[in-house]
């Protein structure tokens, strides 16, 4: 039988697993400032300490290295904004930065916002056709050593979060350190899906995300190398080593260590039920007239595409049609890029992978998590031939209409 309501929009935020509200609700019982001295104060203490060590156990950071946030967003704007700031105060000339154009709107709009204040400059590093950027062509943007040392900071991310394309971070981390320049990668969707090891890949910042690892939401982190100058954005308290001032979310803290340090050891097994899954909905979908896979996809692979992320384009129609037409048939997914003021617009993610604008207005995104089942997919292969032919008909009616 098939489900009622399939939930297939887990990039967007996973449930929260059952020991992560479980540990937050004995903690939301309890009083106490984390920076009070009191018995109760220590107490909250002692639970973000622990918790400080799962995170950075899970992430393979030092605990020292982590900065609690509010999230993935927060986290992003941090590493941006505070590193440009701590560099260029030590040197004026660091004022680029040489960002991926895939990156999330976290990233995105940080830069846009730095540059618009005359704050920074930027070099865009494009992608290929899957959506990955490789080293060579961030080796391209930096260019040589003289034009090296007025570069701020380097941010690509770890893993995209609409068409799951994972990036060589490790050999993108050593051509930034190379060029003696920090480099930053948004691991928001990476965490949890395929093996992330601070460390071990060479980065000096790292964003991280609790409600997309089944913790809840407004929680993070930011993992900041032990060498790195980060200029605060938030003054008060003097917390998380003066980097990030206010007072610690002691339950939120606690639920997103206790998913973290869960998902991050099912990793391997959820990657391999979640792959055979995600293939059985990709063959599917494109076996529907005018339906393609983006990005990479080798069946039975996650290393190079997220074990959870099937994006799909459809011809001749828009996503925001087919979202509303699969969501009355009972199946929540995403276009996988966010309105402008109400105005769908084709995803700056596609674009840049070389994809047609026209193409790239049929996106959908269809990402699976913890809870998602075999009768899921089987729900959304029923929904989708229905959906894509309805959409297509109006979208062939509005040309009529705008035709006459
Ligand atoms: C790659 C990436 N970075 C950053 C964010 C923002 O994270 P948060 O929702 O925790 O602010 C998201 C959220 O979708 C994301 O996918």
């Known amino acids: 039988m098939l489900p009622t309501r399939s939930y297939l929009d887990h990039a967007a935020t996973t449930p929260m697993l059952p020991?992560?509200?479980?540990?937050?609700?004995?903690?939301?019982?309890?009083?106490?400032n984390a920076s009070s001295l009191h018995t109760s104060g220590r107490a909250a203490r002692r639970l973000v300490e622990e918790s400080r060590e799962l995170v950075a156990e899970a992430l393979g950071a030092r605990p020292s290295e982590i900065i609690f946030t509010s999230g993935g967003t927060e986290a992003d704007n941090l590493a941006l904004a505070g590193v440009l700031d701590a560099r260029r105060c030590a040197d004026p000339r660091r004022a680029r930065l040489v960002v991926s154009e895939v990156e999330h709107h976290a990233v995105i709009d940080t830069v846009e916002h730095l540059t618009r204040h005359d704050k920074a400059h930027v070099t865009w590093v494009g992608c290929d056709a899957t959506g990955l950027v490789d080293a060579a062509a961030l080796a391209e943007a930096i260019g040589g050593p003289a034009s090296a040392a007025d570069v701020a900071l380097v941010s690509v991310m770890w893993a995209n979060n609409e068409v799951g394309t994972v990036m060589p971070v490790a050999q993108l981390a050593q051509v930034a350190k190379a060029a003696g320049i920090p480099f930053h990668t948004d691991a928001v969707q990476a965490v949890g899906q395929v093996e992330v090891d601070f460390a071990a890949s060479g980065a000096d910042l790292l964003s991280v995300s609790g409600h997309k690892v089944g913790g809840p939401t407004g929680i993070g982190a930011l993992v900041v190398g032990?060498?790195?100058?980060v200029t605060p954005r938030s003054f008060g308290g003097g917390q998380e080593r003066q980097i990030?001032?206010?007072?610690?979310a002691v339950a939120s803290i606690v639920g997103f260590a206790t998913a973290i340090r869960h998902t991050v050891a099912e990793q391997a097994t959820a990657a391999r039920r979640l792959t055979a899954l995600r293939d059985r909905l990709i063959h599917g979908?494109?076996?529907v007239p005018g339906v393609a896979v983006s990005g990479p996809w080798t069946p039975g692979d996650w290393t190079t595409r997220l074990a959870g992320c099937a994006h799909l384009t459809v011809e001749h129609c828009a996503g925001d049609s087919l979202l509303y037409l699969?969501?009355?048939?009972?199946?929540?997914?995403?276009?996988?890029?966010?309105c402008q003021a109400g105005v769908p617009r084709p995803s700056h993610v596609?674009?840049?992978?070389?994809?047609?604008?026209e193409r790239a207005r049929g996106a959908l995104r269809v990402t699976l998590g913890h809870t998602s089942t075999d009768a899921e997919v089987d729900a959304f292969l029923a929904a989708l031939p229905g959906a894509v032919e309805r959409a297509q008909r109006a979208e062939a009616a509005t040309w009529r209409t705008a035709a006459t």
């Open 285 to 287: 979908a494109t076996q």
């Open 326 to 338: 699969l969501d009355a048939a009972g199946i929540e997914c995403s276009t996988g890029s966010a």
């Open 350 to 357: 596609l674009l840049a992978m070389g994809m047609p604008a």
């Open 244 to 248: 990030r001032s206010g007072t610690l």
């Open 226 to 229: 032990r060498d790195v100058a």
């Open 19 to 32: 020991a992560a509200v479980e540990a937050m609700v004995e903690v939301m019982g309890q009083v106490g």
